[in-house]
């Protein structure tokens, strides 16, 4: 079998990164010739997790069209938010816990999507159900990944899984749950080192909702008022964006990972849907989201809600 690249979206966030390692793993085990490779740089989360678990970056690619024949997509399966040729090749595999939108192959494929809060949940399945044992560096940035995605264990996209899962992966890594992952979440949200041409794209995914070109970002902050501070700056930039991708609405959300409530920025001619779709009032292209804090759950659905009608 001729060797293929496992990879998450754009923009890579720490579950996008460390499932793509983590199934490599699983799959180089079981004797397949795979390689995890990321659409982007690590963000300082994710730094922080691999530092942690001593576990290697993976190499960042553009293309992989030029590379190999087949792919597996993890944490992800939209086409807009994968590699930009992959429809020049073919994917064998998706293992994701999204919505599925704008995809679709020539051919059958094995696809694994369940309504859990992070990717690492099902791999910690797949590990299971193959009978292939988690090193204690793969079940660390399994849990961070975890962590990451629930915000440890308090996003509304947290399932009872997740939790087990977590609880499994914690004991396999050797930490305590919830002192290394409020260690880790506050790693990555210290943003004061960031341009803000980086904390518009350190999570950034584009969505198709009904006939409109909507891009969300969102990064997690201790004090939110440490990113406001730019929010002048911060708007130009999103202004730039929409005219440079012919957007109909970009929306940035600032999370507050001590409140979980979030503020959000939104500039473009949709930008009403945020509106409608909270009940609040933009002022100044500014809201406060209360008790809004997963992109999945809390944003995506009840905005393509509002876009589609």
């Known amino acids: 079998m001729a060797k293929r690249l496992i990879f998450g979206h754009r923009n890579p966030d720490t579950d996008a990164i460390t499932s793509a390692i983590a199934y490599a793993h699983l799959k180089r085990e079981l004797g397949e010739d795979v390689e995890p490779v990321a659409l982007g740089e690590p963000n300082p989360e994710t730094q922080f997790v691999l530092s942690h678990f001593g576990v290697a970056a993976p190499r960042v690619v553009e293309s992989v069209a030029g590379e190999v024949d087949e792919v ?35 051919d ?8 859990v809060g992070c990717t690492a949940t099902i ?3 797949l590990y299971k159900e193959k009978n292939v044992s988690i090193p204690r560096h793969v079940a660390g940035i399994m849990l961070s990944a975890i962590i990451s995605d629930t915000l440890l264990l308090k996003s509304p996209t947290c399932t009872e899984e ?9 004991e396999l890594a050797g930490v305590k749950l919830e002192e290394y992952g409020l260690q880790m979440l506050k790693a990555g949200a210290d943003l004061s080192q ?16 009904g006939n409109h070109k909507v891009e969300i970002a969102q990064v997690n902050a201790v004090d939110v008022n440490d990113v406001l501070a730019k929010k002048a700056e911060i708007l130009q930039a999103m202004e730039k964006k929409i005219a440079e991708k012919g957007l109909d609405l970009f929306f940035f959300v600032v999370t507050d990972i001590l409140n979980n409530d979030s503020v959000g920025l939104a500039l473009g001619s949709a930008a009403h849907a945020v509106e409608e779709a909270y009940g609040v009032k933009l002022e100044d292209h500014q809201a406060l989201l209360k008790g809004v804090v997963s992109r999945k759950k809390q944003i995506v659905p009840v905005l393509t809600e509002a876009l589609s009608k």
């Open 72 to 106: 597996i997509l993890v944490d992800h399966n939209e086409r807009q938010q994968s590699a930009p040729d992959v429809d020049q090749v073919k994917v064998v595999e998706v293992i994701d816990h999204h919505r599925i939108a704008n995809f679709e192959t020539a």
């Open 108 to 115: 059958p494929l094995y696809y694994r999507a369940e309504p």
């Open 162 to 170: 997740d939790v087990k899962a977590a609880r499994e992966l914690a």
């Open 194 to 209: 960031k341009t803000v041409g980086e904390l518009l794209t350190l999570d950034a995914k584009e969505f198709q909702m």
């Open 123 to 125: 791999l910690n399945k």
